[in-house]
């Protein structure tokens, strides 16, 4: 299942006192539609998951979902280090409405390949959505081999893979030994390019919340195959992306939006918001 060129991992809008921000969150989800976004993953990571209740998460993806009423997918982020978990967030995002669901790898607990791929394959077999999966090495500590990927994309509805596994050689695998109708995204801004270039679909990007629209048009240059002009964007947007990795994410992210107007709010702990040093950093950077 193809998504799209270019999905947002989106920020979750806080308010002053460390709520959702629901209008904000609307506001939001306007803007990046308007500036290059054709899929939202909705509670991801970047949507700061860990500190979010399952309350606030099903919340949210229902109020995704009506605002966004059906112009691109929502992905809801339903993966966990608990697979009964995991299950029951999948079945209460299903009732919310969502195109898919992502599924982060199993973090902390360092389950084998055996375990991996049963996990992912138990949460498949008790919804009807698609799944796309979400290889992360850095933060989960385990790495799905391509192996892994391989086999589950034998699932029916394992439709795709978000890849942040930094390894090209990985990725050139899983291309090449599954069929042309599972879909692999970038999940590293910085890789979308080469990743690109070995036959990935897209982009799960967190850049794209302030230069989606150079993004998607590196990728359709890309596909159009004017390769140089796609060569141009990504080398004028590097140091945009490098920077908002400078800190934790999304911390650098939030404090752009908020720079360009489009109030997202603080994070939550143990991230803590930027200095004011830092965010002058940040200001610099967006603003060229």
Known sequence: MNFGNVLSAMVTPFDDQGNIDYEQTTMLINYLLNNGTDGLVVAGTTGESPTLTTEEKISLFKHVVKVVNKRVPVIAGTGTNNTASSILLTKEAENCGVDAIMLVAPYYNKPN?????????????????????????????????????????????????????????????????????????????????????????????????????????????????????????????????????????????????NIKGIATGGVRLPLLTLTKDEENEIKELIDG
Request: proline share 5%.
């Open 113 to 257: 390949q055996r375990g991996l791929y049963e996990h992912f394959a138990a949460i498949a077999n008790e919804t009807t959505l698609p799944v796309m999966l979400y290889n992360i090495p850095g933060r989960s500590v385990v790495k799905m081999s391509a192996d892994t990927i391989i086999d589950l994309s034998n699932i029916s509805n394992i439709v795709s893979v978000k890849e942040a596994s930094g390894d090209l050689e990985q990725v050139a695998n899983i291309i090449e030994n599954t069929t042309s109708n599972f879909t692999v995204y970038s999940g590293d801004d910085s890789l979308t390019l080469p990743m690109l270039a070995i036959g990935a679909d897209g982009i799960v990007s967190v850049a794209s919340h302030i230069i989606g629209k150079e993004i998607q048009e590196m990728v359709q240059a890309y596909h159009a195959g004017d390769v140089k002009k796609a060569s141009s964007i990504h080398r004028s947007v590097l140091p945009i992306m490098a920077g908002l990795f400078k800190y934790p994410s999304p911390t650098p992210v939030k404090a752009a939006l």
